[in-house]
């Protein structure tokens, strides 16, 4: 089956395994999706000109004090880390989000696996690096002490 917006395909898709979603207009979705430390917002859309789908997460994590500047720092050393995407932050929303695009010119459907691959990513990444900014934005501790305690590397298995 083709569509000629990547939206409805995708919206099909997450239909069948009952992921909370809402379809803001014909280029934007809103899906709530359960991830392993907490429920990601993600705002899928379609930018038709350009022909990419954009993904963005926001993380929404109840800061009680100022954000100071090593917000950029720790964004950036997480930023290294990373694969596929990017976190950055928000000052007008003071929060921090992932960003993640995906180039689709040229084809007429997405396929199951490329939409499970581009949720996975964006899941697995989030998951991966929530335990450092909740570290930094809700227990206000250092930038470094953040990675090095909630990014431990195991090796082999147990």
């Given at each position: 089956?083709?569509y000629?917006?990547?939206?409805?395909?995708?919206?099909?898709?997450?239909?069948?395994?009952?992921?909370?979603?809402?379809?803001?207009?014909?280029?934007?979705?809103?899906?709530?999706?359960?991830?392993?430390?907490?429920?990601?917002?993600?705002?899928?859309?379609?930018?038709?000109?350009?022909?990419?789908?954009?993904?963005?997460?926001?993380?929404?994590?109840k800061?009680?004090?100022k954000?100071g500047?090593?917000?950029?720092?720790?964004?950036?050393?997480?930023n290294?880390?990373?694969?596929?995407?990017?976190?950055?932050?928000?000052s007008?929303?003071e929060t921090?989000?992932f960003?993640?695009?995906v180039?689709v010119?040229?084809q007429?459907?997405l396929?199951?696996?490329?939409i499970?691959s581009?949720?996975?990513?964006?899941?697995?990444?989030?998951?991966?690096?929530?335990?450092?900014?909740?570290?930094?934005?809700?227990?206000?501790?250092?930038?470094?002490?953040?990675?090095?305690?909630?990014?431990?590397d195991?090796?082999?298995?147990?």
């Open positions: 089956m083709t000629e917006n990547p939206i409805d395909c995708i919206e099909d898709y997450i239909y069948k395994y009952d992921i909370d979603s809402f379809r803001d207009s014909v280029n934007d979705l809103s899906l709530l999706y359960k991830g392993l430390w907490h429920s990601y917002n993600i705002n899928v859309s379609w930018d038709e000109f350009n022909q990419i789908i954009n993904i963005v997460t926001y993380f929404d994590l800061k009680k004090s954000i500047k090593n917000i950029y720092s720790l964004i950036s050393k997480v290294e880390k990373i694969n596929l995407g990017y976190f950055n932050y928000s007008k929303l921090v989000f960003k993640y695009q180039s010119k040229g007429n459907f396929t199951i696996e490329q499970e581009f949720l996975d990513v964006v899941i697995s990444e989030c998951d991966r690096f929530f335990p450092v900014f909740y570290l930094y934005l809700c227990k206000k501790q250092d930038p470094e002490y953040a990675l090095k305690t909630s990014l431990i195991t090796h082999g298995e147990a």
